[in-house]
């Protein structure tokens, strides 16, 4: 079993920053693929971005390329997302999520076999 923990949401004017971290027990961090999505209140969980386990490939959803950065430590067992010229658009509940795939960065939920609690990102206008 895996343990993530998310921190580091929370509210922020459009156009501002903000860097959301993921810390992860109970497993060896640098095997798992990781990825964050988010989920808004009556919407679906979706993809935001995910990172292999070297962290030299990344894959991001096309509505946060060029202002989201997905990043590891495997040093830290700690991954992080780098959120940039926020958008009212990008209020939702941030989760953490862990993939024993080796080999993919799935853009899909099934693929992720571990979650975080999620922090809430509230960006006003």
């Known amino acids: 079993q895996a343990q993530l923990v998310e921190s580091g949401g929370g509210l922020q004017q459009a156009g501002a920053s903000l860097r959301l971290s993921c810390a992860v027990s109970g497993r060896t961090f640098s095997s798992l693929i990781m990825g964050w999505f988010r989920q808004d209140p009556g919407g679906e969980r979706e993809f935001v971005a995910a990172i292999s386990q070297s962290g030299t490939i990344t894959k991001y959803a096309d509505s946060v390329k060029g202002r989201f950065t997905i990043s590891r430590v495997n040093a830290n067992n700690s991954a992080y997302l780098q959120m940039n010229s926020l958008k009212p658009e990008d209020t939702a509940v941030y989760y953490c999520?862990?993939?024993?795939?080796?080999?993919?960065?799935?853009?899909?939920?099934?693929?992720?076999?571990?979650w975080g609690q999620g922090t809430q990102v509230t960006v006003s206008s």
């Open positions: 999520a862990a993939s024993l795939n080796r080999w993919i960065l799935s853009s899909s939920r099934s693929e992720y076999a571990y």
